[in-house]
C-alpha cells in the first residue's frame, strides 16, 4: 500500500540518486533553488514511489520572474514550450519546469497560487500530488485516498470543469489510468467523456489523435468503444 511515508522516502532518495549519478542534473536543481522553492507533481512523485525512474519531471518553481528563469536556465539545453514552461533534458530525462503562476487552476483564478493548492487545482484527483523540495511539505492525501477508493474522480468544482482546453486529452488519460492503475470512472467522470462523445465530431478520431500526441502511440478504436 502506497502511504505519506513511501512517496516522500522514495522521492527524496530518488532525487539524490538522479544527482550523484548526474553532475548536470545536480546543477540544474542548484540553479532552482536560487530563484526559489522547487515543486515537484504528478507523475514523477508515482514513479518514485514505486521505485522507478520516471520519463519526465515535472517542476514547479514558486517565481515569477522571466528574468530569474533565465538566469537560472542559460547554462542548460532548454527550449520554452507554446505554454510558457521550459524544458530540459539531461541523461535521457525530460524536466518540465513551470512558474507558479503559470499553473492552469491558478491562471484560471480558480485557487490563489500557493503550494497547497496545486493539488486542488489538478483535473484528477489521480494527478493530486506535489512535493516541495526546499521546505519538505508533502501533498498527497488526494491520491493517496484515489489509490485506496480505487476511484477516478474529477477534482475541479463542477464550474470549472469547461474550463480545461484539452478535454480529449482528458479523456485519453482516463482510459489508460483504467487500465494501468485498475481504477473506475466516478458518476461524474462517466458523465464528462459521455457528454464530450455525444457534442463532438469523430470523437474516435479525435482522441486517436489526442494519444498520439500525448503518448506517442495509437490504440484501436474498440478500446473506447467498449468501454462505454
Known amino acids: ?86 524544458k530540459v533534458i539531461i541523461s535521457s530525462i525530460e524536466f518540465d519546469i513551470w512558474s507558479i503562476n503559470d499553473n492552469w487552476a491558478f491562471k484560471e483564478g480558480i485557487h490563489n497560487s500557493k503550494f497547497s493548492n496545486i493539488s486542488k487545482g ?20 488526494i491520491f493517496i485516498q484515489t489509490l485506496n477508493n480505487k476511484m477516478l474522480d474529477i477534482t475541479l468544482e463542477e464550474d470549472f470543469i469547461p474550463l480545461n482546453p484539452t478535454p480529449e486529452v482528458n479523456i485519453v488519460r482516463a482510459f489508460n489510468i483504467r487500465e494501468e492503475w ?18 463532438t465530431t469523430s470523437p474516435y478520431e479525435v482522441l486517436q489523435k489526442a494519444e498520439l500526441k500525448h503518448y506517442g502511440r495509437t490504440t484501436d478504436q474498440n478500446k473506447y468503444r467498449l468501454s462505454l
Not at 489538478?122 to 492525501?141: G, K, P, S
Open 1 to 86: 500500500m502506497i502511504k505519506n511515508e513511501l512517496i516522500f522516502n522514495n522521492s527524496l532518495q530518488r532525487i539524490d540518486k538522479l544527482k550523484c549519478e548526474s553532475k548536470e542534473i545536480e546543477d540544474l536543481f542548484d540553479s532552482l533553488s536560487e530563484i526559489g522553492d522547487i515543486i515537484i507533481v504528478g507523475g514523477a512523485l508515482r514513479d518514485f514511489a514505486l521505485d522507478d525512474v520516471p520519463r519526465d519531471i515535472d517542476i514547479i518553481i514558486d517565481s515569477d520572474s522571466p528574468e530569474e528563469f533565465n538566469d537560472a536556465l542559460k547554462e542548460f539545453d532548454c527550449y520554452r514550450n507554446r505554454f510558457g514552461g521550459y
Open 122 to 141: 489538478t483535473f484528477y484527483n489521480f494527478d493530486a500530488i506535489a512535493l516541495n523540495l526546499t521546505t519538505l511539505q508533502l501533498d498527497a492525501d
Open 182 to 199: 485498475g481504477l473506475n470512472f466516478s458518476n461524474r467522470v462517466s458523465r464528462y467523456i459521455s457528454e464530450w462523445f455525444e457534442t
